[in-house]
């Protein structure tokens, strides 16, 4: 990945530190912010599904990446704010998933 989003998460994080303090919950709620981006993913897929009849389609498949996107970033905050460098644990994560598929 570009060297730009390691840079930007490491960022969001000090800004994070830097606005609302390093405690437990602080933490928490950086963690917690995960499943708020997780239900905003799914609202764009069930805009995108029009799946409410009163809205309609209301999300695209961009809508629904772009969603996607925002959970993923928040998922590298919440690891550098765990004192974790997130690059380090996700090519663990990345190198685990590959050794499955190889089996």
Same mark, same amino acid.
């Given at each position: 990945?570009? &060297?730009?989003? #390691? &840079?930007? =998460?490491?960022?969001?994080?000090? #800004? ?23 239900? &905003?993913?799914? =609202?764009? #897929? ?20 772009? &969603?996607? =996107? ?34």
């Amino acid at each position: 990945m570009d &060297e730009s989003i #390691w &840079e930007a =998460a490491r960022a969001s994080r000090s #800004w994070l530190d830097n606005a609302n303090g390093t405690g437990q919950t602080e933490l928490t709620c950086r963690i917690l912010k995960l499943t708020e981006e997780a239900g &905003e993913a799914s =609202a764009a #897929w069930i805009g995108l599904l029009g799946q409410n009849p009163r809205k309609g389609v209301t999300h695209t498949r961009d809508d629904v990446a772009a &969603e996607l =996107a925002d959970v993923a970033f928040t998922a590298l905050v919440a690891i550098e704010s765990l004192g974790l460098d997130a690059q380090t644990v996700l090519g663990a994560c990345a190198a685990k998933v590959r050794s499955r598929l190889a089996s």
